[in-house]
């Protein structure tokens, strides 16, 4: 067998020889060593031109009753592309099955698998009969007769239980009725049935009560009710399981995932050494080691393991991985299209490749990756749709995204995977301000798995439908919404995050804080907590505290660049512009392409600057002071960063005069931003896949980002360039700004009020009427609700008790950990001088 495996290997042409030998050379001495001793029977087939198939031939001649070569055989024979015909397939299979018996499982499920495309009826009538006559049904026999489409509902249910009923008695191993619990959860679930969800969650209750075997289907009911082990459950469900009923570790991992989570490394190490030693050949306990060294920061030891795991067996996570540690573009592609041949049906191996090309801002072969995989994907396919619609959503193409969202819903509408794309097409309607249809997404997305009090509701569809709540002006159905939301996930951030902000705007800063508070003890590496809560301290008048916030909530966040720029504008606001401009430097370094920080740095400069108005002088817009000559060469080379300058010149008139962006300049510009993007081979590998860029997996919907930063960086950018140019007297160019600008966010309510100054210091009538009406379609959609923004002390420092709900999760989530220690922990750090601030007066 295992010169056969080699031999596969060469035709599968992974290689030219072995070990130095000429594959020729192989055969010849294997002839030679194990001569025909008994002659074939006469309906084994021989494949002409295949050394595998002579190969064969010779082993079955030495053992022509062997099962393991009978089946081998058979499995090869009917893989084959094209297989031989039927009138080849059947005779072997007679011939097997005349030696092995008639209800050989492997023979059987071969066969009916060859079967099932070329001849249906005939494979669904030998699976039935199989299943009423075996005594001990075949589990894999089961799963493909349950997951065909033309069987009927009720049929398939009778049949699992049939299965089921017989394997109970005849007392086979707990392994094979597992098998059949989950394949009947899986029927339930495909089923039409509103009862659906609830059988399937009964039927793996009732396989979790088995002896040893039990925790496959305990896993699987927590998968469907997504809800997480806690770890001591983990470490008992391995101590007990009898591992010679489990095929694979996937609790072993599981365990030392949610322990590597934790910080708990050594731990992990130990429960994934424990897994290889029991499963030697799963190469994927490796590829989980690899992530936990990636948690560590530690690329160098992450990439070890992930080679060392495709030694093993072929991966494509390991090759995904891999792609994303990968030195330059040539060898990144290299890996994505192995890991395309290794299966190119596995959905999350095109979004990986289409998200790279789209980074590399290729997105016309991006958008032909992801329709590929939308085409060929058999497994993964909501990442696909998922990751092509964020896509479209950062080149500004709503409709775009929107339709892909449906489409990606209307291909796996019924499975809870698809709660991701039910979230992403929910928050596209409300920033549309299409409030009622975004309810209605986020609302059947939950009622899809049980409703918004069901055990396992999503977190994130909770959270998109309290945010809904709020726009209609209903804060007390969003309070109820938000608590769901941190009750099913204690670690969503954004959860936390919104909530406080909910209570910030009606003026309950006491309870807002104690919100981001307990919202930081569970996710303190979450930037936008700190940054919500050093916000609310610094609009109170609390500066010195919003410093602290700034100061250690970067300790924990060291790539937030939004932290370090939400503190330049609290000095710049106290008058520290300096500091100001300093900090932002920082930022600039962590990432040059983030529109934000050229504003932040632009505004700096204004201040700064010399007032020399630079052709002609206007009235102020936008608040700002003046535009001097240093200021409008920094908003160029910004637009050149975030990769708009292309934009605006093809929207303007004067391409060539006065101040315009040199084509040169630009080109250079662009050149130094595609070799940071790894456009040559020669450039440097980052530690790690974090440090890259690049995301954990997929669903989270955490997108990576596109060429040329963030949306809304660019969006933020591209206004401030329409105010500049305006008060410069570049009209055109401020129009083109502007234009650009609502491309790529039409709902973006600040740019209207911009854009008509301009137009009305022009007196373009015209112009303004048009906005109007633009403006007008967007928002008459939109709900203003009770969300307004005041500033006062109702509710601060107060000693009125805090609301329940606020009460109950604080007892729940933020008594375990004190605010105070985590501030003294980044405060006490040796690092700090990274976010340094000047002392207060």
């Not at 990606?408 to 409300?430: A, Q, R």
């Amino acid at each position: 067998m295992n010169a056969i495996k080699i031999f596969k290997d060469t035709e599968d042409g992974k290689y030219n020889t072995v070990k130095g030998y000429e594959v020729s050379t192989i055969l010849e001495e294997f002839q030679s060593k194990f001569p025909v001793s008994t002659p074939l029977h006469p309906s084994i087939p021989i494949i002409e031109g295949s050394d595998i198939s002579k190969i064969y031939i010779l082993a079955l001649g030495k053992n022509p009753r062997s099962e393991h070569l009978l089946h081998s055989y058979m499995h090869y024979l009917t893989m084959r592309n094209p297989p031989p015909p039927t009138n080849v397939i059947t005779p072997y299979e007679a011939h097997c099955t005349s030696i092995l018996g008639p209800h050989n499982p492997y023979i059987l499920k071969t066969y009916t698998t060859y079967l099932l495309p070329n001849d249906p009826p005939l494979a669904l009538s030998i699976m039935k009969s199989h299943i009423h006559e075996a005594s001990s049904p075949s589990p894999v026999i089961l799963q493909d007769l349950a997951s065909h489409p033309s069987i009927p509902y009720p049929e398939k249910v009778s049949l699992c239980n049939l299965s089921i009923e017989k394997l109970t008695k005849t007392n086979a191993p707990n392994k094979d009725l597992i098998e059949c619990y989950l394949t009947l959860s899986s029927v339930h679930l495909s089923s039409p049935l509103p009862s659906g969800l609830s059988l399937a969650r009964s039927t793996l209750t009732s396989g979790s009560l088995l002896e040893t075997s039990g925790s496959w289907c305990a896993l699987s009911l927590k998968k469907l009710s997504r809800t997480s082990f806690a770890s001591n459950e983990l470490a008992d469900l391995c101590s007990q399981m009898d591992v010679e009923t489990h095929p694979t570790s996937v609790l072993f991992k599981t365990w030392a995932r949610m322990e590597s989570e934790n910080g708990n490394y050594e731990r992990a190490f130990k429960i994934l050494e424990e897994a290889r030693n029991v499963w030697e050949g799963d190469g994927s306990v490796l590829v989980e080691e690899g992530r936990v060294w990636e948690r560590m920061g530690n690329g160098t030891e992450a990439k070890k393991r992930y080679r060392e795991s495709l030694e093993v067996e072929g991966s494509t996570e390991a090759m995904i991985r891999m792609a994303k540690f990968a030195r330059g573009r040539k060898k990144t592609v290299r890996w994505y299209e192995a890991a395309l041949r290794e299966d190119g049906e596995d959905g999350t191996v095109y979004n990986s490749y289409g998200s790279y090309l789209s980074r590399l801002g290729e997105f016309e072969k991006a958008r032909e990756m992801f329709r590929m995989g939308a085409e060929k994907g058999k497994t993964g396919v909501e990442s696909v749709y998922h990751g092509w619609g964020r896509m479209e959503l950062r080149a500004g193409r709503w409709e775009e995204a929107k339709r892909l969202f449906k489409e990606g819903l209307n291909t796996k509408g019924k499975s809870y995977k698809s709660d991701f794309l039910s979230h992403s097409l929910g928050m596209v309607l409300l920033n549309e301000h299409e409030i009622s249809e975004a309810r209605k997404i986020f609302y059947e997305g939950l009622d899809r798995n049980g409703g918004v009090h069901a055990q396992g509701a999503n977190s994130r569809l909770l959270l998109g439908a309290a945010l809904c709540e709020v726009r209609l002006g209903k804060d007390g159905k969003a309070r109820e919404l938000f608590e769901r939301s941190v009750e099913e996930d204690k670690r969503h951030a954004h959860a936390w995050q919104a909530w406080g902000v909910l209570e910030v705007k009606a003026g309950n800063y006491r309870e807002a804080r104690e919100l981001f508070e307990v919202g930081i003890k569970n996710c303190k590496n979450h930037p936008a907590l700190w940054q919500a809560l050093a916000r609310m301290e610094a609009n109170l008048g609390n500066v010195r505290e919003a410093r602290k916030l700034y100061k250690v909530g970067f300790y924990n966040c060291r790539k937030s660049v939004s932290l370090i720029v939400d503190a330049a504008g609290l000095e710049m606001k106290e008058g520290n512009f300096k500091k100001g401009r300093k900090l932002l430097e920082k930022a600039l370094g962590l990432d040059g392409k983030e529109g934000r920080v050229w504003c932040g740095l632009i505004r700096a400069s204004m201040h700064e600057g010399s007032c020399d108005i630079v052709e002609g002088s206007v009235d102020n817009i936008g608040g700002f002071g003046c535009a001097d000559a240093a200021s409008i060469r920094l908003l160029e080379k910004g637009l050149a960063a975030v990769g708009e300058e292309g934009e605006i010149l093809l929207r303007t008139k004067d391409k060539e005069g006065g101040g315009a962006i040199k084509a040169e300049y630009a080109e250079k510009i662009r050149a130094k931003l595609a070799a940071k993007e790894g456009g040559k081979d020669d450039s440097p590998a980052p530690t790690s896949a974090a440090a890259s860029g690049d995301q954990d997996e997929f669903p989270d919907d955490r997108p990576s980002e596109a060429k040329f930063g963030g949306l809304r960086g660019r969006v933020e950018l591209l206004k401030l360039a329409g105010e500049i140019y305006s008060r410069a007297g570049r009209w055109d160019r401020a129009r083109a700004s502007f234009e650009r600008a609502l491309e790529l966010d039409p709902n973006c309510a600040p740019l209207y009020h911009s854009y008509a100054q301009l137009e009305a210091i022009l007196f373009n009538l015209e112009g303004l009427n048009r906005l109007n009406k633009r403006a007008e379609e967007i928002f008459s959609k939109a709900s203003p609700g009770k969300f307004s923004f005041k500033l006062g002390h109702q509710g601060y420092g107060t000693a009125t008790p805090l609301p329940s709900q606020v009460q109950r999760v604080r007892q729940r989530f933020g008594e375990d950990v004190q605010f105070t220690d985590i501030l003294l922990e980044g405060s006490a750090s040796g690092t700090m001088e990274l976010l340094e601030f000047p002392t207060d007066e």
